[in-house]
C-alpha cells in the first residue's frame, strides 16, 4: 500500500511554489512531449476557470506548498486511484509522487 500514489481529488485548490496563482486540480497524469516528462495534476486557474482550451497547467505533488480546498473523495473515487496506480505501474511509468 505504501508504494501507491495518493491523488488529490478533482476540484482541490492548490497553491504552488512558483505560481502566483491558485489552481484546481481537473485531470490526472498528463505527457508533456517536448520536454518527454509526465506530471500527476492537470489543472487551471481559480477562480478564474478554463479561460484558453490551450492553456492546462501541469504539476506534481512536490511542486504544491498548500491545499486550500480538498475535492470530494468518495468509493468511486478511491478505486479510480487504484485505477490510476495499475496503470502507471503497468506502463512503469514512474512519478515520484508516493505517498509517505
Given at each position: 500500500m505504501n508504494d501507491l500514489v495518493k491523488l488529490l481529488?478533482?476540484?482541490t485548490i492548490c497553491k504552488l511554489k512558483k505560481s502566483?496563482?491558485?489552481l484546481m486540480i481537473v485531470g490526472?497524469?498528463?505527457?508533456?512531449?517536448?520536454?518527454?516528462?509526465?506530471?500527476l495534476y492537470k489543472g487551471?486557474?481559480?477562480p478564474a476557470g478554463l479561460l484558453n482550451f490551450d492553456v492546462l497547467y501541469r504539476f506534481n505533488k512536490s511542486d504544491i506548498v498548500d491545499v486550500v480546498y480538498n475535492g470530494y473523495?468518495?468509493?468511486?473515487?478511491n478505486l479510480f486511484e487504484i485505477g490510476i496506480n495499475l496503470g502507471?505501474?503497468?506502463r512503469k511509468i514512474k512519478i515520484d509522487e508516493r505517498s509517505e
Open positions: 481529488p478533482i476540484g502566483k496563482y491558485l490526472y497524469c498528463s505527457y508533456d512531449r517536448k520536454f518527454e516528462e509526465m506530471y487551471i486557474v481559480y473523495r468518495d468509493d468511486r473515487f502507471l505501474k503497468d
